[in-house]
């Protein structure tokens, strides 16, 4: 059974880090685009940080030069590097594997920035 599954988030305080990661059950990881959403209370599904099969990243304003995003094809994992966390980022964190016409969801991992 295919699966993405989200670990590592939590509770932080203002201006804190994380950095969960998503480990993938996929045969081919290396070829499969990886993107992270989040999803705030409320509001629709949000894609923010992208990495190609090539290890190019892409980013959110909202996010660009706090969060990086990477790849360890050899663990089957992305990465998702938070800095400077601020409350606004609190959120469902989904973690998302692009294929042809795959597309497959982990469960979540909800971060919360509070002091």
């Known amino acids: 059974q295919v699966q993405l599954v989200e670990s590592g988030g939590g509770l932080v305080q203002p201006g804190g880090s994380l950095r969960p990661p998503c480990a993938a059950s996929?045969?081919?990881?290396?070829?499969?685009?990886m993107g992270w959403y989040r999803q705030h209370t409320g509001k629709e599904r949000e894609l923010f940080a992208t990495i190609t099969s090539g290890s190019s990243t892409n980013y959110a304003e909202n996010v660009k030069g706090r969060f990086t995003i990477s790849r360890d094809n050899a663990k089957n994992t992305v990465y998702l590097q938070m800095n400077s966390l601020k409350p606004e980022d609190t959120a469902v964190y989904y973690c998302?594997?692009?294929?042809?016409?795959?597309?497959?969801w982990g469960q979540g991992t909800q971060v919360t920035v509070s002091s």
């Open positions: 998302n594997a692009r294929w042809q016409s795959i597309s497959l």
């Open positions: 996929l045969s081919i990881f290396n070829l499969y685009a």
